[in-house]
């Protein structure tokens, strides 16, 4: 198993380098035009060539200090989309929708107390009798 671990770490930086590549703006790309950065990942990576040259010289790299942190960045990309639990409309249609079903069952458990509690009367009443 330890004799494939070079070819697994080489084939994972492969795999990043060229996933990062074509996820990378075409404005943050260095050097070269992204399709040729692509070619050169994809012919020299078996060597690291492609890989690392990516890496080190191929896209524009922010400071860990500057740039928008991760909260500044989904403000400022927010889209119209709301998840279910987020959106106010959609969770107080659940709380009417819930409170028509719980009015339902309420109803249906004094029915049925008011059935069960006529039928014992009349019980009562044939035992007395």
């Keep these: 198993m330890l004799r494939y671990l070079p070819f697994l770490l080489v084939l994972a930086l492969w795999i990043y380098a060229f996933i990062d590549c074509l996820n990378t703006p075409e404005e943050e790309v260095r050097g070269l035009p992204k399709v040729v950065w692509v070619i050169i990942i994809l012919l020299f990576g078996e060597v690291l060539v ?3 040259a990516w890496l080190v010289a ?5 400071s860990a200090g500057g740039g928008a942190t991760p909260s500044e960045w989904h403000r400022n ?3 119209q989309q709301l998840a279910p639990d987020d ?6 249609s659940l ?5 028509k079903k719980d009015e339902a069952l309420l109803k249906d458990w ?3 107390l008011r059935r069960r509690e006529e039928e014992l009367k009349r019980r009562e009443r044939e035992d007395e009798a």
Excluded at 58 to 62: L, P
Excluded at 87 to 92: K, S, V
Excluded at 95 to 99: M, P, T
């Design 50 to 52: 492609g890989p690392v």
């Design 58 to 62: 191929g896209k524009v790299r922010h």
């Design 77 to 79: 990309h927010r889209t």
């Design 87 to 92: 959106n106010p409309e959609f969770l107080n």
């Design 95 to 99: 709380k009417a929708e819930n409170r």
């Design 110 to 112: 004094e029915a049925d």
